[in-house]
């Protein structure tokens, strides 16, 4: 179903879908790393630090795609 919604939109609506969504992962990400450390759950941080880098370089570069758009 989501994917077939994906399909629907345009191209900016896409963009900006993926957007929120990968902002979505990084507070996500970022919540599950404070819940971790407070209770003392450090089994693989790296392994959520790695997440957390990944979603915000992708968030970055969507964000300057549309920014790029917008000023065209």
């Known amino acids: 179903m989501v994917s077939l919604v994906r399909f629907l939109l345009l191209p900016q609506q896409r963009l900006q879908y993926r957007l929120n969504f990968v902002r979505f992962k990084i507070k996500s990400t970022e919540k599950t790393i404070r819940y971790c450390v407070s209770r003392g ?30 000023s065209l």
Do not use: G
């Not at 450090?42 to 964000?63: K, S």
């Open 41 to 70: 759950l450090n089994n693989n941080p790296q392994f959520l630090l790695c997440n957390l880098d990944r979603y915000c370089t992708e968030f970055e570069e969507l964000y300057a795609r549309q920014m790029k758009n917008k």
